[in-house]
């Protein structure tokens, strides 16, 4: 008897004290203790719950699927180079020496955002520890009523006399706080969650953003600046007249100058647009402050059936609110990846290798709430979801999905509608054309450019008003709130 | 035992008994403030006034690290400037203010909390959410 309440006590003093103590540990553990000595003291991004990736010791962070990402790189890189070797001595030669120089800072501005933006935390919130999760849920269950129906999973909170709902996640065990929303690819809450983007291989959000709005500008700067100096090179070459007759080498070198050249106009020309029309499109959200998840859900442009509701975080000033988005001061990384594990972290992760497993270990509660929430655990979070579901076939789109330029979440429709609880709903605008299964650069092109015409559509629409193509995502989305709040478990996807 | 525990004398002697989380406080937006509500379960072991006048300053100090004003955006300008890269070698604002916030956190608790048996956690460590407090058993009640 003495034996087990001593090994009670170590128990709790290894797992709770704050300060590491040399606590005595049972006999068995004394090996794994050297070992953990002998070896390297562990980081936390090496059990980091989420599905990301990382480089470098941690100092690099990327979704688990890079999406896009080499796509994109190459094809800047490419047109860059082709640029650089093929249009540069000529345009020197008959313009300024301005050209690459300008060329060469645009091309750099572009690379950098691009990275920064795919390498960098986006602003995921940590998830909640055992203890914490463990208050909420009582908080739940004490707010909840006595019936059979599960307690709410949401709080309503009064920001800048706005109602505004906070929902409940079941994955990070806490309430995410305004704005954050559940990225399902890379299974972390983001903070000002924006969208999850397949281009740049990363989740868009508060810590993110402002790269991704820069690279998306320098890159339409960049696009257009070399569809200029193209189309320049060509008028000025066929200006040239020097006849029709040429020496043979002269002719082919002119001829692999033409043909590249001609590559990089179709590829200027297609993503031109599409980028374009993404930059107007986020110029209006930063203008705005709002995100692209906000923007499709329609949350403050008036939902049918509620009293007009306006932008709670908006400063009423275009100015005000370009700086506080871009300029305002840089969160720090809230995920600490280079720390390096105390004791009791190390315990508990040990504890729970699967983190993923979605299984429901909470302390003293009735066994009927745990059936409860072990249940909506299965049923609305679905983890054995299909890694191809990024390349899913899509879905009959509402229009509002198809709203949007390049560079959307791919293919995550079908199983969207059902899980209202994830909110990633947003994050598909644009995405169903927009897979990375969709081979060829031209046919990409050719969607975006059809994109961005909704896009600009779309865009004017918002600013006029809350328009129809707006209506349908709600809609969808109530319906199966509704299906949720009548006590009915959703059905799986 | 009046004179100041340090935080490793009580981690070694003393067990948990509970942990209180004071949660964000919405009201004003997205910035990182706390409620300032006073939980019942502290009410035994400190004073409601001083309990409060920890969590406004840290409230303060937050507003400080989040505040829109002339440095940020000087900060944020020559960021955008220069692509972003100065992040890497240069310490943000933000930065600064938290380590702040570490001191001031660190001296609370030498001076205020670990007497009473309590002991904040600096909010960064569980991603600005929450400050939680862990109650020690009170050794003065005999076990």
């Known amino acids: ?15 709770s004290t704050p300060a590491p103590t040399p ?76 050209i690459p120089v300008i060329g060469g800072a645009l091309f ?17 919130l940590p998830r909640a520890t055992p203890d914490e999760a463990a208050d909420v849920e009582k908080q739940i269950d004490d707010a909840g009523n006595t019936t059979y129906r599960p307690p709410p999973r949401t709080r309503e909170v009064l920001i800048n006399q706005q109602a505004v709902k906070l929902k409940y996640c079941f994955t990070c065990k806490m309430f995410r706080p305004p704005r954050t929303s559940h990225c399902s690819l890379c299974d972390n809450c983001v903070e000002r969650f924006d969208h999850h983007c397949p281009w740049v291989g990363n989740c868009v959000g508060k810590r993110n953003y402002r790269f991704f709005y820069t690279f998306i500008v320098s890159l339409s700067f960049l696009t257009a600046f070399i569809f200029g100096c193209v189309t320049t090179h060509l008028a000025l070459r066929a200006q040239d007249g020097k006849g029709l007759v040429f020496a043979l080498q ?24 599409s980028i374009l029309g993404l930059s107007g499109f986020h110029t209006y959200l930063v203008a705005s402050n709002l995100t692209t998840n906000e923007d499709i859900k329609g ?46 972290e190390e315990a508990a992760a040990a504890a729970a290798p699967q983190a ?62 059902s899980d209202p609880a994830r909110d990633h709903r947003p994050a598909g605008r644009g995405a169903l054309r927009h897979t990375p299964a969709a081979a060829g650069d031209a046919h990409t092109h050719h969607n975006a450019k059809a994109h961005h015409k909704r896009t600009h559509r779309g865009a004017r629409s918002a600013l006029d008003g809350p328009g129809g193509t707006r209506a349908a995502s709600p809609v969808v989305g109530r319906s199966s709130k509704d299906r949720r709040n009548a006590g009915s478990p959703p059905p799986l996807p | 035992m009046a004179e100041t525990h340090s935080l490793q004398d009580l981690g070694q002697q003393a067990a948990v008994a509970a942990k209180v989380f004071i949660q964000r406080d919405y009201t004003n937006g997205t910035v990182c403030q706390f409620q300032t509500k ?31 004003g ?74």
Request: with cysteine; aromatic share 8%; proline share 6%.
């Open chain 1, 1 to 15: 008897m003495m034996k087990n309440c001593e090994y009670q006590q170590i128990d709790l003093e290894a797992l």
């Open chain 1, 23 to 98: 606590s005595p540990q049972p006999v068995t553990d004394n090996g794994k203790e050297e070992e953990k000595t002998a070896k390297k003291q562990r980081r936390k991004w090496e059990v980091f719950q989420g599905k990301n990736r990382f480089c470098c010791d941690g100092r690099i962070i990327m979704a688990r699927q890079s999406g896009v990402l080499p796509l994109t790189l190459g094809l800047i890189l490419l047109t860059s180079v082709l640029f650089f070797i093929f249009d540069c001595p000529f345009l020197v030669q008959h313009l300024t020496v301005c």
């Open chain 1, 108 to 124: 750099v501005f572009v690379v950098i955002t691009l990275v920064q933006t795919s390498f960098s935390d986006p602003g995921i």
């Open chain 1, 250 to 273: 002269e002719m082919l070198c002119v001829a692999l100058t033409c043909l590249c050249t001609a590559v990089e106009l179709v590829i200027c020309f297609f993503s031109v647009w």
């Open chain 1, 299 to 344: 949350s403050w442009t008036g939902k049918s059936g509620a009293e007009a509701a306006t932008n709670p975080y908006s400063h009423r000033n275009i100015f005000v609110n370009c700086c506080s988005v871009l300029c305002g001061p840089m969160p720090p990384s809230l995920i600490d990846r280079r720390g390096f594990l105390s004791a009791e």
């Open chain 1, 356 to 417: 993923t497993s979605r299984e429901v270990e909470l302390p003293v509660l009735a066994s009927k709430k745990d059936i409860n929430v072990g249940s909506k655990c299965v049923s609305e979070e679905s983890p054995a979801r299909p890694a191809s579901r990024p390349r899913a076939p899509p879905t009959p789109p509402t229009a509002d999905r198809r709203r949007g330029g390049g560079g959307e979440r791919a293919g995550h429709s079908s199983a969207v509608n």
């Open chain 2, 38 to 68: 006073f939980p019942s379960e502290l009410e035994t072991r400190i004073d409601k006034t001083q309990f409060e006048e920890t969590v406004r300053t840290l409230n303060n100090l937050y507003a400080e690290a989040e505040k829109l």
């Open chain 2, 70 to 143: 002339g440095q940020s955006y000087l900060e944020g300008c020559l960021a955008c400037l220069t692509a972003y890269t100065v992040f890497l070698c240069m310490e943000t604002h933000y930065e600064k203010v938290l380590k702040k916030i570490a001191k001031y956190i660190q001296e609370q608790n030498d001076k205020i909390y670990a007497p009473r048996g309590l002991l904040l956690t600096d909010p960064i460590e569980r991603g600005l959410r929450v400050i939680e407090v862990t109650l020690f058993e009170d050794r003065s009640l005999g076990r």
